[in-house]
Structures are given as C-alpha cells and as structure tokens.
C-alpha cells in the first residue's frame, strides 16, 4: 500500500495538489472507469465516517434519520415544473428492467424532495403530526457537463446529507431555515472550515423554492466552493404533492417545508483549508487516528517498545484514538507517512526518552517538538488536540478573511475575485447585476443586508444589498 511521493506538491499550485493528495494519502482513487465516479480507499471512508458521525450526531438532537428508495418515477419527478425545470437535463434514468421495456422510466434520484413529498402527502393529517423533520444519507446522481473533480464535482455523489422538513405556517418554516443555518454553522466550525453566508440571488435559487441560503468557503486558489443549502419551500411543493394537515379550527390548510443538504464538499472543503505543502491536515475532532505512537529502536529494544505499547494503551483509556506504528520500516518513513496523511500528533519514544520517563511530542500544524513525563503524557496530548482544533480553525478564518474585500468599482472587484472574493453594493436590479458580472469576469453568488447606505457600484442608484462576487467551483 505504500507509495512513494513522486514529486513535492506544492499547494500554491492548488489544481495539481489536489488532483494528486487525495490518491497519495489514500483518501479517494480516481481510477475507476466511469467518469465524475469515485472509490473511497478505507482510511479516507475512515474519515467520512467521522465527518458524518459529528453530522448525524447535530441532527439527531431534533430530526429522525429515514431511508427512502433510489429510483422517482418519471411522472412524479416532473410533477413540479420549476423543479424539473432545473434538474432534467442532469437525470440519468432506468428504462430497461431485464430484458423489458419499462412502462414509465425510473430516474435515479438528483435529490429526492420528488421521492419523499409523495409519502409526506401520506403522513401528514392533522397540525398534531408536524413539525416533521426527516434527513438521510445516500448516493444522488446528476450527469454534470462541466469538468468534474474529485469530492468537488461529481456524477455520483457519494455522500448527500439531505434533510426535509413539513410545518405548519410560512414563519415556522422560516424559523427552521435559521435552526438549519445555525446547525451547519456549528458543523463547520468543528471542521475548521470558514464560511460566508448569503441568501442567493433569485435566479439562482434552489428550483420550487421561496428562497436559499448558501455556505460559501474559498478554496486555496481563492475560488469558492458552495458547500451547503438551506431552502424555504413555501408552499409550492405542498400545493403540489397535496400535503395537507386539518387546522385545530377543523380546516384544511397546505404545509409549509424547507429542505437543506451538505455533500462530501465538506470533506473536500476541509482537505483543502487545513492541507499544505508537507500533505493533509485533519482537524483532530475527526481524524480516525489523532495520534501515533512510534517506538524508535535501531534494533530490538524491548523496554522501548514495551514502553510504546503501554502508552498507546493510556492514550485509548483517556479517549484518544491512538495507532502504534511497530511496522519494521526507518522512524523518518513513518514520520513521513503518518505526516502526509494528516495525523494531528505524533509521539516518539526512543531510549533517550525512556531515561528520562517522558514522551516527545510533534504537532502536524507547527511542527513543534515538546516533551511530556511519560506518565502525564496523555493528558498533554489530549491539551494539544483541543489547543491544534482551536488554531486550525482560527488559522483558516483568517486566511479566508485575509482575501475578502470590500470594493467601490467593478474594476477594483475584478482584481480582488482573481486571488479572492469581492463585496460591492448592488441596486437589486438584474440589468445591473449582469453587467457587474460582465465586467468582474465573475458570478454574483450571494446576498446580504447592507450595513451602511451605499449606491450601487454600476448605476449610483440606492444601494439594496451587499453582493458578494467570485468564480465558483
Ligand atoms: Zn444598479
């Protein structure tokens, strides 16, 4: 399983960093004959697992996990024509069934709001029965034109969270697009991994829905990547599929949902935040291993090894996940090895050590050696993962915000979305908006409140929002 690194890999050339980390340090192979699909190598679902654990984990305090089938009839998939609208050219669908024609096309699922709402219609009967909550975890499929990458761009995606939830009034739903966004903020910031927050502009919000929130994060190259939604539905999805609950009163009235969903972008976003030119970085509160444990013996050492064993031990009583390394390769290889794939800690024990009853101490973000008494040295390692989560995050909220500015033209804006993202006053008016993308060569991707009167950088007419402009993966 070994592999030597061909090359270093420099992450200023972000592109070839990342199209080469992730087969290296075994998180994804790329190999598999069909494009825009990938394998996750075992270390990498290793990691999946974890993200989705702390995922499920913020979910499940206030929504229930379900499992609803791959395959939407065509019929119902086009049932809500904004919906269809934004999706058909991206459905692949099942036609054959052996050797038979089928009688109506089955579309595997681009989302599954078509999937779901039909049994919601089926649920739903009085106000006692809401809010309903639901999210699942599964595989969507959506046959990209544009160049696909791995984890950022795919045909299969692999990892959809996709969470749907039914209420009563238009209010109760807005209030669960702020639970949601609250929910995803909390997520992040256990990734590490910074955020920008804007409702999207009209045309490119989520198809059959009122209006969408979007989480932005920027990749090292300063693009960004869209790496999670919220949507208010109204009451179009409900009109509809016929979802409807009796009032107290005895009336019948339509529902109100909102639906929101994170990919493995997530996984994607947080590679590529905390990775450098020495490999990746997991944050501690998701790595499978937080720390490893590498005797140094040139030769056998008994006492060495012995004294390693017993430390991973305390490591695994004081909750740490912890690897002895024992494997008969030079100690620089596996530094090397554990490194490149991200391992927050490591802990050498060598005879020097043993002498003077301490561990020494190498953290993955700094590279800073410490020693620690070998009796203590647990707790010390669990001090310096919570210490490397805090720095990691902080040292990526400032990397992002050190590349927002704030812009009075859309010439300035055109420099700054090169290396960056650009925030500039806009009237709210599409002509004007056309012509600022036009002319920063980027995309208006999000919206939020001004905080000072301002005129619009295009026209001069009373500002409306503040516009936030990139170029997006
Ligand atoms: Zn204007």
Redesign the pocket.
């Given at each position: 399983m070994e592999k030597k690194p061909d090359a270093p890999l420099k992450k200023d050339n972000f592109q070839e960093w990342w199209q080469e980390i992730l087969g290296r340090a075994e998180i994804v192979d790329n190999r598999y004959p069909v494009k825009g699909l990938t394998v996750w190598h075992p270390s990498g679902f290793a990691l999946r697992r974890r993200v989705y654990d702390l995922l499920r984990s913020l979910l499940d305090r206030d929504h229930q996990e379900t499992l609803f089938p791959l395959l939407i009839p065509e019929d119902q998939l086009a049932r809500e024509a904004a919906h269809i609208k934004g999706f058909e050219k991206e459905v692949y669908w099942v036609t054959r069934g052996g050797g038979e024609d089928l009688e109506v096309p089955l579309a595997l699922r681009p989302t599954s709001e078509t999937a779901i709402y039909p049994m919601f219609q089926l649920w739903v009967r009085s106000h006692a029965d809401l809010p309903i909550r639901i999210y699942q975890i599964v595989n969507v499929f959506r046959h990209e034109t544009k160049h696909t990458r791995p984890l950022i761009r795919l045909r299969e995606i692999t990892s959809f969270k996709e969470a749907h939830t039914v209420h009563a009034t238009w209010e109760e739903a807005d209030a669960q697009v702020q639970a949601a966004t609250q929910l995803y903020r909390e997520f992040f910031d256990h990734l590490g991994v910074p955020y920008i927050i804007t409702r999207r502009p009209d045309w490119d919000k989520f198809p059959g829905a009122d209006y969408s929130v979007a989480f932005d994060t920027m990749m090292p190259d300063g693009r960004t990547l869209q790496i999670g939604t919220i949507h208010h539905l109204g009451d179009h999805f409900a009109r509809t599929f016929h979802i409807q609950y009796e009032a107290p009163g005895g009336e019948r009235k339509h529902a109100h949902q909102t639906c929101y969903g994170i990919s493995e972008r997530c996984i994607a976003a947080l590679l590529a935040t905390h990775g450098d030119d020495r490999g990746l970085q997991i944050p501690p509160t998701v790595a499978p291993i937080q720390a490893v444990v590498i005797p140094i013996t040139y030769g056998e050492n008994p006492q060495v090894l012995q004294a390693a064993r017993g430390f991973r031990e305390a490591l695994e009583r004081a909750g740490v996940r912890a690897r002895l390394d024992e494997r008969n390769l030079r100690p620089g290889e596996k530094y090397y090895h554990w490194e490149f794939r991200g391992v927050p800690l490591r802990v050498e024990i060598g005879p020097k050590d043993l002498q003077k009853n301490q561990v020494t101490l190498v953290r993955r973000d700094t590279l800073e050696r410490t020693t620690a008494p070998l009796d203590r040295g647990a707790e010390e390692v669990q001090r310096l993962l919570r210490e490397m989560g805090d720095s990691l995050r902080a040292a990526a909220r400032r990397q992002m915000e050190s590349r927002l500015r704030s812009c009075a033209t859309t010439a300035e804006a055109r420099r700054a979305t090169e290396g960056g993202v650009a925030w500039l006053t806009?009237?709210?008016?599409k002509?004007?908006a056309e012509a600022i993308e036009t002319e920063t060569e980027s995309a208006l991707l999000g919206l939020s409140p001004l905080d000072a009167e301002a005129r619009?950088?295009?026209?001069?007419?009373p500002g409306k929002h503040r516009a936030l402009l990139g170029r997006a993966y």
């Open positions: 806009w009237c709210g008016q002509d004007c619009c950088v295009k026209c001069g007419a």
